[in-house]
């Protein structure tokens, strides 16, 4: 698919990108245009809940959220 994604807001510049920062969490990445307060949705496979995560509690443009508790 190419850049920028349709599917993505049209803040973001550069990402998500993954990486593994434990054995049972992920780091996400990604970058805006300008600065907003950055949060990650995500659900198990198969669950039906969207636990959401926060960035900091300030507006950025490089955004690294954690994800923790992951199976």
Do not use: C
Not at 45 to 66: L, N
């Amino acid at each position: 698919m190419g850049w920028p994604r349709p599917d993505f807001p049209p803040n973001v510049e550069y990402g998500p990108v993954l990486g593994i920062a434990g054995q049972k969490t992920l780091r996400v990445r990604w970058q805006t245009f300008a600065p907003v307060l950055g949060a990650v949705e995500f659900r198990a496979v198969g669950a039906s809940e969207w636990r959401k995560v926060y960035g900091p509690a300030f507006a950025r443009r490089d955004h690294d959220v954690r994800l923790e508790g992951l199976d």
